[in-house]
């Protein structure tokens, strides 16, 4: 396999801001939907938004490698030990969860090594790599 070019932080920047305006039009769909009845409860919204937020980033990740916004730059989240396949849910959740409390922090150490990975990936094991169209990634 030839050396490969793992994205750099503009990219995933990029895919940050993209999931962030799909996670938007996420919570505009699902309160249109809660609109259409009469008996859904503050609670229940709330629950719903929450689930939203915290699920979409690591179910998508680990179900296909990477969230909308990795899908529409090229890019996926894959194992560091075995590139072909996808983190599994409970690291794709630790993932997220250290990536939105570390924020601009763990993206800042991406420059910092050869296969940019950031702080949450060195935790994980993960690795974003960009796909080539001709691997089945």
Do not use: C
Not at 10 to 15: P, S, W
Not at 107 to 121: E, Q, V, W
Request: glycine share 6%; charged share 20%; no cysteine.
């Amino acid at each position: 396999m030839s050396e490969r070019n793992y994205p750099l932080v503009v990219e995933r920047i990029k895919a940050i801001v993209a999931d962030s305006i799909v996670i938007i039009i996420f919570m505009f769909i699902t309160a249109f939907i809660f609109s259409q009845f009469d008996n859904i409860t503050a609670n229940s919204r709330k629950i719903a938004f929450i689930f939203i937020f915290i699920l979409y980033d690591p179910l998508f990740t680990s179900i296909f490698g990477g969230t909308l916004g990795h899908m529409m730059l090229g890019i996926r989240v894959k194992r560091e030990s075995n590139e072909m396949k996808n983190i599994i849910f409970p690291l794709a959740f630790i993932r997220y969860l250290v990536k939105a409390f570390l924020g601009w922090v763990s993206l800042l150490t991406i420059s910092g090594s050869k296969k940019r990975k950031a702080i949450h990936d060195y935790l994980v094991g993960s690795v974003v790599i960009y796909v080539n169209e001709n691997e089945n990634i």
